[in-house]
């Protein structure tokens, strides 16, 4: 059974950086049949597709937040990542990441999710 | 951009159907997914290429996708089934686009 699990400090100072890694278990990272991608969830809104990856590094990413992110795979080490920088308070979410089905376009397994607080 | 439009709210009672609509420009030619999620809970995918149903999920639980609309139809609602539900499809970049998210209050 595939599993992902979000790791990363729960508390990034404003104009900082915020880091995240999304280690995958139980498949490959390395699957031609798959994107890799992080969602967010501001507190009490809805869901934000933030970007994804391929294994081979190609990346896509939300227009408005493009400038500022950076998603990256290592496939020797099964994980994939995230850095978003000069975050604000409207940066504070929980960040979830998701494996993406290309063919069929949907996301089939979700990591639990982690609360990342932007504040001083 | 493409956006994805629900409504932010329905309610039904136990035992009745549930509709929740998702409207987007031409939705129709795209494959269309549904999300479950419960408070503090990742989300579930519950439908996915408009209308078929991940293993695990209930019968009662259906979609369609037509035009500008893609719906989620529940059955014989149960209070079980109270939750957000998100509608997702994917933009020619490719992007992924997801719908504002609909409470489904069983009353």
């Known amino acids: 059974q595939l599993q992902l699990q979000e790791s990363g400090p729960g508390l990034v100072k404003p104009s900082e950086t915020l880091s995240l890694t999304c280690n995958v278990s139980?498949?490959?990272?390395?699957?031609?049949?798959?994107?890799w991608g992080w969602i967010r969830q501001p507190p009490g809104k809805g869901l934000e597709w933030i970007g994804s990856?391929?294994?081979?590094?190609?990346?896509y990413f939300r227009p408005s937040l493009k400038s500022r992110v950076t998603i990256s795979v290592d496939t020797s080490k099964n994980l994939f990542s995230l850095s978003l920088k000069s975050v604000t308070a409207a940066d504070t979410a929980v960040y979830f990441c998701a494996r993406l089905n290309i063919a069929s376009r949907f996301l089939d397994y979700w990591g639990q999710g982690t609360l990342v607080t932007v504040s001083s | 951009s493409y956006e994805l439009t629900q409504p932010p709210s329905v309610s039904v009672s136990p035992g009745q159907t549930a509709t929740i609509t998702c409207s987007g420009d031409?939705?129709?030619?795209?494959?269309a997914s549904w999300y479950q999620q419960k408070p503090g809970q990742s989300p579930v995918l519950v439908i996915y290429e408009d209308k078929r149903r991940p293993s695990g999920i209930p019968e009662r639980l259906s979609g369609a996708n037509s035009g500008n609309t893609a719906t989620l139809t529940i059955s014989g609602t149960q209070v079980v089934d109270e939750a957000d539900y998100y509608c997702q499809a994917w933009d020619s970049s490719p992007a992924v686009v997801f719908g504002g998210g609909t409470r489904l209050t069983v009353v």
């Open positions: 139980g498949g490959s990272i390395s699957s031609t049949s798959h994107y």
């Open positions: 990856v391929y294994y081979g590094g190609s990346t």
């Open positions: 031409k939705l129709g030619n795209k494959l």
